[in-house]
């Protein structure tokens, strides 16, 4: 199987080929695209060295599955090229997440809707993966009406230049701003662009593709995310109002037997998740599970998870799995 790498040497393609080579992906052939000032570099995959090649001889190439974390320009452009030569291309951006003719799959969750004729297949936001991971479960148990989220983002979401600002920051040296302010000992409560409603383009993000994936457009979400000065990943604070009760220890039950959750939820040994220690694994964690004692049926959760694995590349890599198992490449 030909597989390309859209976007090899930035940060996330690097994860995705890590995340290839951990997990075995059946490839016989890989192929490296990056930017015209790439071309030509080697990567080292298995053991073999590759060429970075440009994305129209990629094209030419005719690989089955093309792995896209390149950009939303660069998809919108692209992605349609690859499908048209019999590619199908699994997208990171937000090019085609909210497109109505296009699936935007976490395979835990939706997979079940994907078929051959699916050839541009939508990876959603990092933020929201890990939340509908853990609201999935609970909302076919308990119906969930209404979602308010505020997350705390790695730096790692923003690419290398942040994680540069930050490291130039910490060390006491100038450099290049990923940021219009300080990230290091800070706390910058914009992620994206505005829109016009006030909320940032990741804000809705997180409305928009939450009831997409589960299918459910009555579920309200509102969000507030905001970039923190760490690297290992995502932590999200979740406050969910059902329509039926629930039993908070049925709740824990139903979150640690999901698929690609662990629950880390034991007060008394300190035991929550954290995204120091989040950092290179491929599960979500979930934790201070409790009752929000202020209104009927609404519970309170802590979500974490290393947003470019599970968030990323991991997911992108699941949506291929799911594809060569069921033979729909």
């Given at each position: 199987?030909?597989?390309?790498?859209?976007?090899?040497?930035?940060?996330?393609?690097?994860v995705?080929?890590?995340?290839?080579?951990?997990?075995?992906?059946?490839?016989t052939?890989?192929i490296?695209?990056?930017s015209e000032?790439s071309?030509?570099?080697?990567?080292?995959?298995?053991?073999?060295?590759?060429?970075?090649?440009?994305l129209?001889?990629?094209?030419?190439?005719?690989?089955?599955i093309?792995l896209?974390?390149?950009?939303?320009?660069?998809?919108?452009?692209?992605?349609?090229?690859?499908?048209?030569?019999?590619?199908?291309?699994?997208?990171n951006?937000?090019?085609?997440?909210?497109?109505?003719?296009k699936?935007?799959?976490?395979?835990?969750?939706?997979?079940?809707e994907l078929?051959?004729?699916?050839?541009?297949?939508?990876?959603?936001?990092?933020?929201t993966?890990?939340?509908?991971l853990a609201?999935?479960?609970?909302?076919k148990?308990y119906?969930?009406?209404?979602v308010?989220?505020?997350?705390y983002?790695?730096?790692?979401?923003?690419?290398?230049?942040?994680?540069?600002?930050?490291?130039?920051?910490?060390?006491?040296?100038?450099?290049?701003?990923?940021?219009?302010?300080p990230?290091?000992?800070?706390?910058?409560?914009?992620?994206?662009?505005?829109?016009?409603?006030?909320?940032t383009?990741?804000?809705?993000?997180?409305t928009?593709?939450?009831?997409?994936?589960?299918?459910?457009?009555?579920?309200?979400?509102?969000?507030?995310?905001?970039?923190?000065?760490?690297v290992g990943?995502?932590?999200?604070?979740?406050?969910i109002?059902?329509t039926n009760?629930?039993?908070v220890?049925e709740?824990r039950?139903?979150?640690?037997?999901?698929?690609?959750?662990?629950v880390q939820?034991?007060?008394?040994a300190f035991?929550?998740?954290?995204?120091l220690?989040?950092?290179?694994?491929?599960?979500?964690?979930?934790?201070?599970?409790?009752r929000?004692e202020?209104q009927?049926?609404?519970?309170?959760?802590?979500?974490?998870?290393?947003n470019?694995?599970?968030?990323?590349a991991t997911?992108a890599?699941?949506?291929?799995?799911?594809?060569?198992?069921?033979g729909?490449?």
């Amino acid at each position: 199987m030909k597989v390309a790498v859209v976007g090899a040497t930035g940060m996330v393609g690097e994860v995705m080929l890590k995340v290839l080579t951990e997990r075995n992906f059946p490839i016989t052939e890989l192929i490296p695209v990056a930017s015209e000032k790439s071309v030509g570099k080697e990567i080292e995959f298995k053991g073999n060295k590759y060429k970075v090649v440009s994305l129209e001889t990629a094209v030419s190439m005719k690989p089955q599955i093309a792995l896209f974390s390149a950009g939303g320009d660069t998809s919108k452009e692209w992605a349609p090229k690859f499908a048209e030569a019999g590619t199908t291309v699994i997208d990171n951006s937000s090019a085609w997440r909210m497109d109505p003719t296009k699936k935007l799959v976490v395979p835990e969750i939706n997979a079940g809707e994907l078929t051959k004729d699916d050839k541009i297949i939508a990876n959603p936001n990092c933020s929201t993966i890990q939340m509908v991971l853990a609201l999935n479960p609970l909302h076919k148990k308990y119906n969930i009406e209404r979602v308010v989220v505020s997350t705390y983002q790695s730096v790692t979401g923003t690419g290398v230049k942040a994680v540069k600002q930050l490291e130039n920051e910490y060390a006491g040296i100038e450099g290049e701003m990923a940021y219009k302010y300080p990230i290091h000992r800070n706390a910058i409560p914009q992620i994206d662009v505005f829109e016009d409603n006030g909320y940032t383009k990741e804000e809705m993000k997180m409305t928009r593709e939450t009831k997409k994936i589960m299918g459910d457009d009555s579920i309200k979400v509102t969000a507030t995310t905001v970039r923190i000065p760490t690297v290992g990943g995502h932590s999200e604070s979740v406050n969910i109002e059902f329509t039926n009760d629930f039993d908070v220890n049925e709740v824990r039950t139903l979150l640690s037997e999901t698929p690609g959750i662990t629950v880390q939820d034991n007060l008394a040994a300190f035991d929550y998740p954290m995204p120091l220690y989040a950092e290179g694994k491929d599960d979500v964690f979930v934790g201070r599970i409790r009752r929000d004692e202020t209104q009927d049926n609404t519970l309170n959760m802590w979500i974490v998870a290393d947003n470019l694995r599970k968030g990323a590349a991991t997911n992108a890599v699941q949506i291929a799995e799911y594809l060569v198992a069921n033979g729909l490449v």
